[in-house]
Nanobody, 121 residues
Framework: VQLQASGGGLVQAGGSLRLSCAAS????????MGWFRQAPGKEREFVAA????????DYADSVKGRFTISRDNAKNTVYLQMRSLKPEDTGVYYC???????????????WGQGTEVTVSS
């Protein structure tokens, strides 16, 4: 599976962005998809995940109620809708695919190249 993330940019605090992650390969629908982010000087951290069916989602506490993960298996794409953005949401956002899922980067098998999000105060 090859992943291509897009949609990052510069936004003011309180604004919104929608990230997309396009996947190649016929087996996209078999994978749990996750979003992670990495701020400068910090470790990569879990943001959200969605199971292959789309019925089960999981979020980091820091983004609950503000971010929504979704997927369209027909389009081989997963989305991250981000609202009420805060400066601490700044970082490079990565999408990833996993057979097992979960909040740990080591549990993911394939990674996209990342898209940068900058939230100004």
């Amino acid at each position: 599976v090859q992943l291509q993330a897009s949609g990052g940019g510069l936004v003011q605090a309180g604004g919104s962005l929608r990230l997309s992650c396009a996947a190649s390969g016929r087996t996209f629908s078999r994978y749990t998809m996750g979003w992670f982010r990495q701020a400068p000087g910090k470790e990569r951290e879990f943001v959200a995940a969605i199971t292959w069916s789309g019925y089960i989602t999981d979020y980091a506490d820091s983004v609950k109620g503000r971010f929504t993960i979704s997927r369209d298996n027909a389009k081989n794409t997963v989305y991250l809708q981000m609202r009420s953005l805060k400066p601490e949401d700044t970082g490079v956002y990565y999408c990833a695919a996993s057979v097992a899922g979960g909040p740990y980067p080591g549990g993911y098998d394939y990674w996209g190249q990342g898209t940068e999000v900058t939230v100004s105060s």
